[in-house]
């Protein structure tokens, strides 16, 4: 692969940053972490904190780049960053809540999301690992969508939302009313 130098590559289009979301979309947290990395190493020059339009291997070398500030990169930057934290799955109409959040992110106080704009009305949350277990925290606030929330969890544990045990379905834990309160305390 390209990221990791066992193929030979001239340049690409950091277009590609929409990858992330089909990863995170995909319930493939890592390899979305992984391509994150391999994009951040590419900004140009890094201090700027954006990316051309095409971006060549060596960052020496004397060649076309496009535009900079490119703004269809930016965009699928910005995309991709807000659906590490929630986007809606508009096959049941429910809001995925922390699908591409690295797990290295969850210690200490964790993740804290206030307003962001969904089309359910202005989502906060806040995601911690304490020991063992992991807590969600959705705040008050935002429309339950038609399908729930969904929180994505394959791992085994006892988990419980509002002090009720709740079963994992197909990978993921279902909230149906806020404020909710979830722990998952792994065995």
């Known amino acids: 692969m390209r990221r990791d130098g066992a193929v030979a590559w001239k340049d ?3 277009y590609e940053w929409r990858t992330v979301s089909t990863f995170v979309r995909l319930g493939w947290r890592g390899r979305a972490q992984q391509a994150i990395d391999f994009f951040m190493r590419d900004r140009r020059p890094a201090a700027w904190n954006q990316w051309a339009e095409v971006v ?3 960052a020496r070398e004397s060649r076309f780049v496009g535009d900079m500030p490119h703004g269809w990169v930016a965009s699928d930057f910005i995309r991709s960053a ?4 929630a986007y809606e799955r508009e ?8 699908a591409g959040i690295p797990d290295a992110w969850l210690d200490g106080e964790g993740v804290t999301i206030a307003n962001l704009k969904t089309p359910y009305g202005p989502l906060g949350y806040s995601l911690r690992r304490e020991g063992d277990a992991l807590h969600l925290r959705i705040d008050p606030g935002t429309r339950v969508p038609p399908g729930g929330f969904v929180f994505p969890w394959s791992g085994s544990g006892i988990a419980r939302v509002n002090g009720k045990t709740v079963r994992a379905e197909n990978g993921e834990l279902h909230i149906t009313s806020l404020p909710a309160d979830l722990t ?3 065995r």
């Open 12 to 14: 690409y289009t950091p």
């Open 56 to 58: 060549g291997r060596d």
């Open 184 to 186: 998952v305390a792994a």
């Open 82 to 85: 807000l659906d590490l934290f």
């Open 91 to 98: 096959s049941d109409r429910s809001l995925v809540i922390a």
